[in-house]
């Protein structure tokens, strides 16, 4: 299976989307927008990175 980074990144977009989406029904959506999303997409971004580097590691011979 070939894997770029749209297809890579596209379901990450989503998730995050959605359980952005899905928080402004508990919590009041300027708090969702202004702190817990950030925090969602940084996180998301560095546990990409460390898992794109961990599949290079384990292809590698």
């Keep these: 299976m070939e894997s770029d980074f749209v297809r890579s990144v596209a379901p990450l977009v989503v998730i995050v989307a959605?359980?952005?989406?899905?928080?402004?029904?508990?919590m009041t959506s300027s708090t969702?927008?202004?702190?817990?999303?950030?925090?969602?997409?940084?996180?998301?971004v560095i546990a990409f990175f460390f898992g794109m580097k961990h599949g290079e590691f384990r292809a590698s011979p």
């Design 32 to 44: 969702v927008f202004m702190m817990v999303l950030p925090s969602m997409i940084v996180f998301s």
């Design 18 to 26: 959605v359980a952005a989406i899905a928080l402004t029904t508990v």
